[in-house]
């Protein structure tokens, strides 16, 4: 056989070869599966007809750096394959017409169409505007704060929030990061019928592999687990997972996405569900601001934020807050933009996601062996103190721009205040409605509030844009402090006077006041507001009196690595034009 003759099997050595690598993909990446399904496909439709040779080199390009890569992101694996699917579903469908355009008139005319050499530049310009029109779309129906209504002024009533008697529900808070792991993981274990679960992002780091095991070992014991996911986040860290595909497989696990993001339907994507919280059966619950993930759980010695939970033990009455928080979460579950996560009906069979069922059943027996606590029965009743009230302060849930209903509500309860309100932000992005509520509510009462210090914030664009707005902020009488100690604060919570204490996920910024569901738990409890009047105070001894210095954005842009410089210098020249998206 001469070279000649060898050459002719290439095409068919490559194909082989292409076979191969994405059956190789998918020890790692179930989505590959997609990947080598329509590989299959194409060979059984088009026969030995040849790739096209720009779309081979291409996809063998993608398929080789991918296999060579080693671990990577799933949204940058979903991204390669999303563009590999494309490239092979117009190889099947044009090889599947030119082989038989000799025999149909559609056909003829379809590969004739096919043939005609379409420029480059026209195909750029259409990708552009696209682009553009999406952005457009996006930001649209976000562009005018709407003002609360007549209507939920006239419902809400600012006593509700309050009690002279103690009620059935017992609380605590969770500040440090390795106990808010542990009792998640406690509460999980010890569920006996339900567990449900809101959370903003959920990553299958350390922590987040802890839980979902710890959740798969329920639902395999009976326990009915249904997880509400964000749909923005969930693109990024939850498709093409083969650890949430284990869980998902499981007869008692549902998950379900809150408004999936999707580039054909952009107008509805800045609409988020910034909801964080854990309830087990009718007993117990933890709602605050940590995400899933180790930046907010465990004891890992990586990157990580300070943040807060409040706990909440219901005793055993009938009127327990914690059922307001459930026909809460129903009231969001049922939603027509939520739908359930079903990733592969094949995933069962794929490699990656065995792999993950081994790796998330060895990781709840190394719990067990190494955290023998967090399996034990819990004392509920030692760790929590009594409350008066605990009510629930929450936004629209609904997607496109709500009604500021949690701003509102916290609004009213600061102008209950006597003496003083603590405020704790991790960021403070104000409009005209904000700064004119805190100017009334200053006029009256002392209002203190702690944020990040602009080198300490961990989000850029809150960063810069409280730098460039910060006069305008103390104009309003708040006395601010901002807090340095290294770990960006993440937390969100709030004491007025002496006896109400407020924790959630609402953060001082646009997104919170007009784009996300927000909760907020208004807790009246002289027990507690000491507790998280102690925890507020324990951030201030790190925490300066903020004042408005020259060229304070340059300086901070001078402290940060190059990547964040460019950050920096691009949101100080968009800030006034974008900043009602954040």
Not at 73 to 86: C, D, E, G, T
Not at 178 to 203: D, H, P, Q, Y
Not at 451 to 478: C, E, R, S, W
Not at 518 to 534: C, F, G, R
Request: charged share 25%.
């Amino acid at each position: 056989m001469n070279y000649k003759e060898i050459l002719t099997y290439i095409p068919e050595i490559m194909r082989v070869l292409r076979m191969m690598m994405a059956l190789f993909l998918t020890f790692d990446y179930p989505i590959a599966g997609k990947c080598l399904l329509l590989m299959v496909c194409v060979e059984i439709a088009v026969g030995r007809l040849q790739y096209n040779k720009k779309r081979a080199v291409v996809l063998d390009l993608i398929l080789i750096y991918l296999n060579l890569a080693g671990s990577m992101s799933y949204i940058k694996v979903n991204i390669f394959i999303f563009v590999a699917l494309i490239l092979l579903s117009v190889e099947l469908v044009v090889k599947v017409i030119q082989r038989f355009s000799d025999r149909v008139d559609i056909f003829k005319k379809l590969s004739k169409v096919l043939d005609i050499n379409i420029k480059k530049r026209y195909v750029a310009l259409g990708v552009i505007t696209f682009l553009i029109c999406a952005f457009v779309l996006a930001v649209t129906p976000y562009s005018e704060a709407p003002k609360v209504s007549e209507a939920y002024k006239a419902t809400f009533d600012v006593n509700k929030f309050y009690s002279d008697e103690v009620c059935c529900d017992r609380a605590t808070i969770i500040d440090d990061n390795g106990e808010a792991l542990a009792r998640r993981i406690n509460l999980i274990e010890n569920a006996k019928e339900e567990i449900v679960m809101s959370t903003f992002s959920f990553i299958s780091d350390t922590a987040g592999k802890q839980v979902i095991a710890a959740l798969r070992e329920a639902a395999k014991r009976g326990v009915k687990v249904r997880i509400l996911i964000d749909g923005f986040n969930s693109i990024m860290d939850i498709e093409g997972n083969p650890y949430f595909m284990a869980l998902a497989e499981e007869e008692n696990v549902t998950i379900k996405i809150y408004n999936e993001v999707n580039v054909f339907t952009s107008w509805k994507a800045m609409s988020r569900m910034h909801d964080k919280y854990i309830i087990a059966d009718d007993e117990v619950y933890i709602l605050g601001g940590r995400n899933t993930f180790n930046y907010f759980l465990g004891d890992q010695k990586s990157h990580k934020n300070h943040d807060r939970d409040v706990l909440v033990y219901n005793t055993g009455g009938a009127d327990s807050s914690i059922y307001e928080l459930k026909s809460y979460f129903e009231g969001v579950w049922t939603l027509d933009v939520c739908h359930e996560w079903n990733e592969y009906l094949i995933s069962g069979l794929l490699p990656s996601v065995d792999q993950a069922r081994s790796d998330l059943e060895e990781i709840y027996e190394d719990m067990k062996e190494t955290n023998r606590e967090w399996f034990e029965e819990p004392d509920y009743e030692s760790i929590t103190v009594a409350t008066d009230k605990i009510t629930l302060l929450s936004n629209p849930i609904d997607i496109y721009m709500k009604e500021p209903w949690v701003f509102y509500g916290l609004c009213q309860l600061m102008a209950q205040a006597e003496e003083e309100v603590v405020i704790h932000t991790p960021y403070i992005i104000a409009d005209d409605y904000m700064y004119e509520a805190f100017t009334e509510i200053c006029e009256n009462v002392d209002v203190r509030v702690m944020t990040n210090a602009p080198a300490n914030n961990g989000n850029m664009f809150g960063a810069v844009d409280y730098v460039i707005h910060k006069q305008q902020i103390l104009d309003t009488g708040l006395n601010v402090l901002e807090y340095n100690g290294g770990i960006s604060y993440h937390a969100k919570s709030m004491t007025i006077d002496e006896d109400i204490s407020i924790v959630g996920s609402f953060n001082m910024d646009y997104k919170s006041m007009y784009h996300d569901t927000e909760l907020m738990l208004v807790i009246d409890s002289v027990e507690l507001n000491a507790i998280l009047k102690a925890s507020h105070e324990s951030y201030e001894k790190d925490a300066v009196e903020a004042e408005v210095q020259d060229n304070e954005l340059g300086l901070m842009l001078k402290q940060k690595n190059t990547n964040k410089k460019i950050q920096g210098t691009i949101i100080r020249f968009l800030d006034p034009y974008v900043r009602f998206l954040f």
